[in-house]
């Protein structure tokens, strides 16, 4: 490193032993020597670089580097076209580096952006470089154009069509067309001269003569300050045609249907030859379902009205009358047919709306058990704004084989649904439907034209099966009799009344006990009657609905609770003897059994407590003594009350009161008696 630019060396090695005990070094003899010489030092870049540009040359200058070296050299510039695909570089070399500081780039394209740099050299080495330099050619004329012709020649008018030219050599701005009568070469007496407003590349020449030869030329022009006009291209020669009669006079229209509509003129104010026909053309517009197929109508010279039919639905027209006239003077008999009226705004009008074609492509999504969402596809023929849509839903019956019905709604059909969309939306959520039940579904589509609807035909149909799902708790459900041994239960179906129940279960049970009973009834029956019941016992009552479509499904019961009416007289039924008769020695405690058939209420319990004389024997099938029976000392009574018929423990003697105080070591005998709310005893 450190080396100096543009200087000669020479160079060698020598390979070194190192003795390890005393560190002396032993050199080999030196290699052969090399020369070699370090390049100049590099160079700042040329300075004031400028570029004056024509349309096909640019001459570029510069001012030479702060430090040129002393060495002889010569610059170099390279440029190429930045447009084209293939960037090859160009170069042009000087060898005088001091005196030759500019360049001129001949042979360029006009309107061309190009790239340039500018290099120094010494011999064959790069001492310096310029900063890239980007300049674009000036704008010069055109080429001429190309394929002129002429297009829908007329007695007063032409339209010319031309092609742009192959080298713009800028941006053409417009064209200029001249126009000459009886000569195909140029004139500097034009008959006339138009300019199109912009590029456009064609031109409607008026206010020609009928019957007369013309000569069309066509020049395009670029703007750089001044007009760059190209040469002339041309000539297009063409010859009008004989003139027709001037276009028929009040043009109108009336009674406009969907399909149809009346046209009305009147007869034109110039009429050359004899006028023969009228041909009524109505001209679809550019969005109309068959652009090209225009309806047009011959009617005599004679006419002055005529219907036009097979229109399309809801479809704006543009309405042109034009006369046919013959040349008096004409033996080839050629009809000539007058222009459309250009000295009014063409007439148009748009048919009248009718019912559109069917909807397409109905489909059924996200069904349950109670809703299902439908799609489909707008008419392929709307024939008038589709306003809104309607749904129609139909239950599907099956029939006593168990297959549907047809899939044709016939005037027996009743229409379970019907959904009207809002605006023109294409699907529908149609709600309330019953479980597993089958249905039928179309959509037709709505225009409305003066308030009337104009109906579509129905869609195809599509059928579907809802979901199944537990039935809901039977409604209304009540006693509607009872007596002592039986209730009738009354009920009505689940709401809302579209499950399809297999069967009813009625439940009942005593209310104090976990075993109940069960009767099934069939689902055409809504009441049932329970028997065997206890006398003024509750009970409680379930009802439930069950279904067996896709499984037995058990929906929730409806809950009743009652009470039997009390039994008839006689009183309740006997009990065992009482039990576990424990005695002090001043009471009586008794434990009471419950009573078989108690047949109503027991309001209490009266304990009557008989003290016998000593010595008497007491029968257990003793009748109650009467008062005054010498066999007893005294009679007590003793009553309790008493909610219901489970056993009950009552203690007689102490603390029960001063009329039943009992002496130790006595015989005393105990009857029982039950008394009811109807005042039906039992005695035993």
Known sequence: TNLTHLTWYRVWIVAVNV???TNQQLMSPPSNVTRFSTPPKPSSVPRDVHVNVTGVSATITWEAPLDVPRAFGAYCVLYFNSSSSSKEWKRIGYKDV??????????LRPYTRYRTTIRGYLGDSLWTSSVSNNFTTKQTAPSPPLNINTERVGARFVTVQWSSPVYTNGVVRRYRVF??????????????VNETLNAQTQLTLRGLTPVTTYSVWVAAINVDGDELISDLAGPATFTTIEEASSPPRNVLFANVTSTSVVVKWSQPSNIYGTLVNYTVSLIPSLDAKNKQQRQSVKVAGNTFSTTVGNLFTFTYYTIEVRAGTIRIADDSSLLLWSDPNTDEPPLSFTTKQSAPSRPVNLKVANVSSRSVHIKWGRPKNPNGIIQFYKAFLFQVKQDVNGSLNSLQPTSTWKVTQKYRTKNNSTQVEIKALSPYTQYRVTVKAVNVMDGAELVSKNSQRTTFKTNDEDPAAPSSCAIDQRNATMVYVTWQPPLPLDYQVAYYDVTYGFQREAETYSIKVYVYDHRVQVNYLLPFTEYNITVTAFTNNTRLRQGPPCYLKTRTEIGTPPAPSKPQIPV???ATSNSVTLSLPALNEINGPIRSVEIIVVELKRGIQ?????PLPKPGDNRIVKQYVAEELFNDQRDKQFVVGANKGSNVLLKSNTTYAFYVQWIAQEEVNVLY
């Open 98 to 107: 001091r005196n030759h500081k500019s360049v001129t780039l001949s042979n």
């Open 179 to 192: 126009v000459q009568s009886g000569s195909s070469s140029p004139s500097t007496n034009w008959q006339r």
């Open 618 to 622: 007491w029968s257990e099938a003793s």
């Open 580 to 582: 576990n008769v424990t």
């Open 19 to 21: 003795q390890e005990t």
